[in-house]
């Protein structure tokens, strides 16, 4: 989108329901049955019973975990990237900053290599969204933005910082980086 001074706008920002459909994909079971359990019990039990309680547990039992997934996703709404003209504004909670590209490093890399994290140090995670600081496999520190999973990711330095962005489309985002002024160097 043109933003009437000749550059174009690009972003990659979450809205509530690609919050919430981190939760599910990429698929995992366990997280499901944490979820999906409780409604199933009280479902059971409500089939069981039968009294007039039966039409509460079972409405109870939607309500709550919707409830739950509802409030524990609301921080994370908005979570993601803003690049314009010559700035990159990266908003992973806790964290919030502004890189000025042309005093930025970039790579883009296997997220499959040393550069994929290994413990949350102050953040959130999900099966398909991991934001704030993370302890990466190499060893650094870095602020993450992923929201589900792909192959590649893009590795900022700014200041001595990392910065990892990872999500469908990075590739576009990395040229799109070295087009504003970054320094494609071997991270």
Known sequence: ??????????AYQLDYFAVI???????????LLLFLGPVAI?????????????????????????????LISFPEVGSGWNLDRNSLKI????????IQLPEARVELVESSGSWQTTLR??????PG???????????????????????KMVVLEYQGEFYILQHPGVEDLYMELIARGAKPTGL
Not at 1 to 10: F, L, S
Not at 59 to 67: D, G, K, Q, W, Y
Not at 139 to 146: E, P
């Open 42 to 70: 009280a479902v059971f039990v409500a089939y069981r019973t039968i009294n007039r309680y039966r039409i509460a547990i079972l409405l109870a039992s939607v309500a709550i975990p919707i409830l739950i997934l509802s």
């Open 129 to 151: 969204l991991a934001i704030g600081w993370f302890k990466l496999q190499n060893g650094k520190k870095a602020v993450v933005f992923r929201h589900l999973h792909h192959a």
């Open 21 to 31: 459909k981190a939760f599910f994909m990429p698929f995992n079971l366990f997280f």
């Open 121 to 126: 140090i102050n953040g959130s995670g999900k």
């Open 91 to 98: 908003k992973s909670p806790p964290v919030l900053t502004t």
């Open 1 to 10: 989108m043109e933003n009437g001074k000749g550059d174009y706008r690009v």
